[in-house]
């Protein structure tokens, strides 16, 4: 069955600190990827996603994916954490054989110490 | 703030009763998604309407079914709610395009539904 993995349950780091989620994904095919940020209170936010072209994405808010085919992984990256990063962070898979269904991993909890 | 609006924000129903839940797409968006987010857990593909027609469907039964509307708002229908069926529910908007695969989906804010 299609599954999306997300390693990290719960991350805690302090500021100014560099950040990688893990992001796994299994399907064969082509794929389009995405990650979703929910902040505290608030609706979740397409942080990036990748189509096609560079495997590398740069998304909002300093953030970065680089897809990785032979891995099945599409990693979330950020140099230097503040403390507003503080959220829950979502990657989602669609199958590219369905238009319509997107695949999302059971989150990462971000906590960021001031 | 996407534009996708929903409503009501939250809901209490007891076990055995039915419930509707409203979205409003963005402006300029033609496709609407449903999805379930349990506590804890990532949101779940519910199903898709695309020109007022189901395009899709998660692992979800019979008794969760939908509607779209000519100015593509939807509705999200439970019949005979059970305990589990209490969770977040999203609604998802998107601009699919003929010939293209796929599009990219932004969220409302959610309808909490908790059930007794």
């Known amino acids: 069955a299609q599954s999306v993995s997300q390693h990290n349950h719960h991350v805690i780091l302090s500021e100014a600190a560099s950040l990688e989620l893990g992001c796994n994904y299994s399907?064969?095919?082509?794929?389009?990827l995405f990650w979703y940020v929910q902040y505290p209170g608030q609706h979740l936010q397409l942080l990036l996603k990748?189509?096609?072209?560079?495997?590398l994405v740069k998304g909002i808010k300093g953030f970065e994916a680089e897809f990785i085919k032979s891995k099945f992984s599409f990693n979330l990256r950020k140099p230097s954490v503040q403390w507003s990063d503080t959220a829950e962070y979502f990657c989602?898979?669609?199958?590219?054989?369905?238009?319509?269904?997107?695949?999302f991993g059971s989150g990462t909890r971000l906590s960021i110490r001031p | 703030e996407t534009g996708v609006t929903q409503s009501p924000t939250h809901l209490i129903k007891t076990r055995g009763q039915q419930v509707t839940l409203r979205c409003s797409s963005q402006?300029?968006?033609?496709?609407v998604s449903w999805y379930q987010q349990a506590l804890g857990q990532g949101p779940q593909f519910i199903f898709q309407?695309?020109?007022?027609?189901?395009?899709g469907r998660g692992n979800f039964p019979p008794r969760f079914s939908g509607l779209q509307f000519p100015n593509y708002s939807s509705e999200l229908n439970v019949n005979a709610l059970e305990l589990d069926d209490s969770a977040l529910y999203l609604c998802?908007?998107?601009?699919?395009?003929?010939?293209?695969?796929?599009?990219?989906?932004?969220f409302g804010p959610g309808t909490r539904l908790t059930v007794l």
């Open positions: 990748y189509f096609s072209g560079d495997p």
């Open positions: 998802a908007s998107s601009r699919r395009m003929e010939g293209l695969a796929g599009d990219t989906q932004y």
């Open positions: 309407y695309y020109r007022e027609e189901e395009n």
């Open positions: 989602a898979v669609r199958p590219y054989s369905s238009a319509s269904k997107i695949i």
């Open positions: 399907y064969g095919g082509t794929v389009n």
């Open positions: 402006s300029g968006h033609n496709t």
